[in-house]
């Protein structure tokens, strides 16, 4: 049977209706009148579509009449047509898998799709609507046939609603996405002629067991291709459940009173991610389950399609339900606004007012739409947005205005927030407002979903677009596809990418944006006119240019040491599954450290342990192990190393755990525990030292041509807690190292079991770098210390409390903690070093401005005004203090940046600060070498006095030392 619209269908029933009538008419005449007229009132309530019909047409023989259309009518064929009495309602029953049923939303019984659907339907027709979700996690097509438990409630509940409610049944049916997975679910992998059949079952029996109901196929929707949770998706499933689409289409073409629903679902759902919540799998983060944005848009979906048939039966709709959507206007010209502040452009880039201070009049752009693209174009700039191929940094690239290249958008209603609901893509990328950078706080784009994402565009007036059309029009006129082969220095065939190129270009090189490996060279072999109406490709060489060899052959391999953080944690496979935080360089040099690399960029490379060559490194759930057989990792360049990857681009393995902790897993680019770093055996630029007191160091030397005999003892934060990460520690041995300066971090005892535990600790580090001058080029045995927050707490005190050849040759603290004063200390940092109730003799002792003297070296100063973790008054009250001493000092503080900033390059101030001190530690040669005065001591010391533990003493039998007397240091030779 042909599939007739839903239009034809209404008029072929009302016709059916009149041919009813005709035969009911006869038997009427013939009729028994003793059918009393209570009888008749009885039927009428169960007659309601028939009613109004009877009032127009047997006025007369009114009661008598739905008498027998009782008894012939309904027999013959259900009647739908016509208004429902106030008492009737509209009833929705919905069949689906977790979709439908709101598996992963916080509150399924409000956010379902179902349930927000029915209260759309309900708000659009006035009726009374009622629901059930018949949603159930993980269902495939076979676990709702005819005779299976959740059927049978369906229908049972279909009954429950005819019997109670009247009025008018639908069903609504998405089923697909369980029957696609690879494994794991019933009956999956579902073919294409058993979905069809299982189909087919369902909608036969409930039309047996409902024969009122009119049911919707709903269209199943997309979910990302690297789909892997407790089931197996992946693209295999994916396509398999788009395969289902023209087994619907055709399903609905074989009932009258099966509808089919939006088929654009998959599309919009496609171009949305950030409906879907990011869930984690065995194949990266995926996208499955709406979102509860995701959810209302899914269920407005729904609502609209199921509103065309109730209206269709008759029922008014009051309030139309809307599917948000944005459609561009060639001819009208917008303006852009994030919760960041407003877009504008500068010196060619999207940029963000928040920062920037665009004028008003670079803020205006305009939509132009070309075929099936749309191109977004700066007014003021008469030039087109694009994504820049070279990345400002990880996943981040800049939005440029040039017409040199030009990249579609698209514009997407997601809703997340009601000031900001759209969301601009281009390509895989979504459009934000970034951190500061070095063209001002620009616009990026970014890979993840996050709240800067969301946009208003506020239509501001008409615009002529004839000039902007003509640009665009010409562009594309000349505008021709360009095919890279890829190939390897033997000639085989790696990859083959598509890229875009104007009529007359030459290409004699790789575009950036077509390099997509990392060190790889490209070489374009023979140079390509590009000419229109011919196949235009391009001949590349790639070569590999590694920070390693890889090795054809393992039995011979070169063997490296795999370290994290630059060299500071070498990866140890001895547990299959370590990380070895700093271990020392005899143990580096064992099998258990050592790895080869083989394989390509193109396939993936393999990491083989030298330890047994039968075993690589491998990925397993949520750690990295040392595993039988060949797992391949993916490699991706970074300024300070590489990084290695799951298949696709993340995530990244990462250390995390602490000491020995696991090689886990990281999305984050950006984080140095991220990137490795390799050495060949023996020739280790790094060596980890452990104290006699427990504590370690990383040595870092600086580089025999540039060395000033000097180095500094950096000292992390962590409120005496913890040892803090990278960008307080080795992210700043670059910096200094190329000052001359060899750089040791420290990894002190956290928390310490005496307050003067992690003084005497960072004493003994000073000390080995002195008395080792060529293990660590410190020929001058000018040693100053640099610390962070708590960190600089501890590099405070190592100026403050130390005598004689001991004391710093300067200091560099960052936001640092200073004083023991509970009102503006740090109360963790306190609280961990000198305890929760410590007596006022030792809160003294450790407020270190009141310990500053003349010989307390010179200091360098930064912090952030914005810091509410430590606050500025800490670095204040130690500037005042070294003023009033008379020492030297600088300082450099910041409107923001609150606390932690360190060396991280999303500060917004980094660059500023990195000058700041590089010259300030220029400028300190000059003091360094100058012939200073010597320090005036006590010559005699009062009789009570307190050691650096917070101890009476004896001030008349003192050893030589530093002591506290009186909140006075009493230095003692």
């Known amino acids: 049977m042909t599939k007739m619209s839903n239009e034809k269908k209404v008029s072929e029933n009302k016709i059916f209706f009149e041919i009813k009538w005709m035969i009911v ?3 009427i005449t013939i009729f028994v009148v003793s059918k009393t007229y209570s009888s008749a009132v009885s039927v009428q309530n169960s007659c309601y579509l028939l009613q109004n019909y009877t009032k127009s047409k047997m006025k007369i023989f009114r009661f008598l009449f739905m008498a027998v259309a009782v008894i012939l009518g309904i027999a013959m064929s259900p009647a739908r047509a016509g208004e429902l009495d106030s008492e009737q309602n509209i009833n929705l029953l919905f069949i689906g898998n977790s979709i439908t049923a709101g598996a992963t939303l916080s509150n399924a019984g409000t956010q379902a799709p179902p349930i927000v659907c029915g209260k759309l339907v ?8 009622n629901v059930y979700n018949g949603g159930h996690s993980g269902i495939t097509t076979l676990g709702f046939l005819p005779g299976r438990d959740d059927f049978e409630r369906l229908v049972k509940a279909a009954k429950a609603y005819v019997q109670n409610n009247g009025g008018l049944v639908y069903i609504s049916i998405m089923l697909g996405t369980n029957d696609s997975a690879c494994t794991t679910t019933e009956g999956a992998p579902v073919s294409t002629s058993t979905y069809r059949a299982n ?7 409930l039309l047996e067991e409902v024969p009122t109901c009119k049911i919707l196929l709903n269209y199943p929707i997309w979910y990302s291709p690297n789909t892997y949770n407790s089931a197996m998706y992946l693209q295999e499933g994916l396509d398999r459940l788009h395969s289902y689409y023209p087994i619907l289409d055709g399903i609905v073409e074989e009932y009258d009173q099966v509808y089919a629903g939006y088929r654009g679902v998959w599309e919009f759902f496609e171009d949305n991610t950030p409906l879907f919540t990011a869930e984690n799998g065995n194949a990266g983060t995926f996208y499955l389950h709406p ?9 407005e979906i729904w609502a609209n399609s199921l509103l065309k048939l109730i209206e269709d039966d008759g029922v008014e709709i009051q309030t139309p339900v809307e599917v948000k959507s944005f459609q561009p206007q060639n001819d009208k010209k917008y303006s852009f606004k994030t919760s960041r502040g407003d877009y504008g452009t500068k010196d060619g880039v999207l940029t963000n007012t928040v920062k920037t201070g665009i004028d008003a009049t670079k803020g205006e752009f305009a939509f132009l739409s070309r075929g099936n693209q749309t191109y977004l174009y700066s007014i003021a700039d008469q030039s087109f947005m694009y994504r820049n191929p070279t990345p ?3 996943d981040w690239s800049t939005i440029i205005c040039s017409n040199e290249f030009l990249q579609p958008i698209k514009v997407h209603y997601t809703g997340k927030t009601e000031a900001y609901p759209y969301l601009v893509t281009m390509g895989d990328y979504w459009l934000n407002s970034a951190a500061s950078t070095t063209t001002g706080v620009v616009a990026n784009t970014w890979k993840n979903y996050d709240a800067g994402n969301q946009t208003a565009i506020i239509e501001e007036g008409d615009w002529d677009p004839t000039e902007a059309l003509a640009v665009l029009d010409a562009f594309l006129d000349k505008q021709l596809t360009v095919t890279y082969r890829i190939q390897d220095t033997s000639g085989n065939a790696l990859d083959e990418l598509t890229d875009m190129g104007l009529e007359g270009e030459v290409i004699n090189e790789v575009p950036a944006r077509v390099q997509r490996k990392p060190y790889t060279t490209y070489t374009v072999q023979d140079p390509v006119t590009l000419v229109k109406g011919q196949d235009n490709v391009v001949i590349v060489t790639a070569t590999w240019k590694f920070p390693f060899e890889l090795s054809p052959d393992i039995n011979n391999a070169k063997w490296y040491n795999l370290a994290l953080r630059e060299g500071a944690d070498y990866v140890n496979a001895a547990e299959g599954y370590k990380c070895n935080m700093a271990p020392m360089k005899s143990e580096v040099m064992s099998d258990e450290y050592q790895w080869a690399f083989q394989g390509d960029p193109y396939d993936g490379i393999v990491v083989f342990n030298r330890s047994d060559l039968t075993k690589t490194l491998a990925k397993v759930g949520d750690v990295a192990i040392l595993a039988d057989g060949v797992f391949k990792w993916k490699i991706t360049e970074s300024a300070q190393g590489f990084l290695l990857s799951t298949e696709g681009s993340e995530p990244y393995i990462n250390e995390y755990g602490g000491a020995g902790g696991h090689l886990g897993f990281w999305h984050n680019v950006s984080d140095a525990g991220s990137i490795f770093s390799v050495s060949e055996v023996g020739s280790l630029t790094v060596e980890n030292i452990r104290l006699s007191t427990g504590a370690r160091f990383t040595l ?9 005999g000097r180095a500094v003892l950096v000292i992390p934060g962590g409120g005496y807690s913890y040892v803090a990460g990278s960008s307080e520690g080795a992210d700043w041995v670059p910096m200094l190292n190329e000052l001359g300066y060899t750089a040791a971090v420290l990894t002190y005892t956290t928390p310490p079991a005496k307050p003067e535990g992690p003084l005497n600790e960072a004493c003994e580090a000073m000390k080995y770098l002195r008395d080792h001058p060529e293990e660590c080029n410190t020929s001058t045995g000018q040693i100053g210390v640099m610390g962070f927050s708590a960190g600089g707490h501890l590099a405070s005190t190592v100026a403050t409390h130390t005598t004689g050849d001991s004391i710093p040759a300067f200091q560099i603290l960052f936001y640092p903690v200073i004083t023991m004063n509970a009102n503006y200390t740090h109360a963790g940092s306190r609280s961990n070093l000198i305890g929760n109730s410590p007596r006022p003799a030792l809160v003294n002792l450790y407020s270190n401005e009141k310990q500053v003297t003349s010989a307390t070296p010179i200091c360098y100063l930064c912090w952030a005004d914005d810091d509410t973790t430590v606050p500025p008054y800490n670095s204040k009250v130690y500037a005042k203090a070294l003023k009033t001493k008379g020492v030297p000092y600088h300082s450099k503080n910041f409107p923001s940046g609150g606390h932690g900033y360190g060396f991280k390059l999303t500060f917004q101030y980094h660059d500023e600060m990195v000058a700041d001190l590089t010259e300030w530690m220029q400028d300190l040669d000059d003091y360094l070498t100058a012939v200073k005065a010597p320090a005036q001591t006590w010559k005699s010391a009062p009789s009570r006095c307190y050691d650096l533990g ?24």
């Open 25 to 27: 008419s006869r038997f």
């Open 122 to 129: 309900g708000n659009a027709t006035g009726v009374k609507t």
């Open 199 to 205: 189909i087919k079952a369902i909608i036969e029996k």
């Open 291 to 299: 979102n509860v944005t995701g959810a209302t848009r899914l269920a």
């Open 392 to 394: 400002y940094k990880d």
């Open 700 to 708: 870092y030397k600086s580089d025999d041509t540039k060395s000033n």
């Open 950 to 973: 917070g101890r009476l003493v004896d001030g008349h039998c003192l050893k030589p030392g530093l002591y506290i007397a009186d909140q006075h240091t009493v230095l003692v030779k």
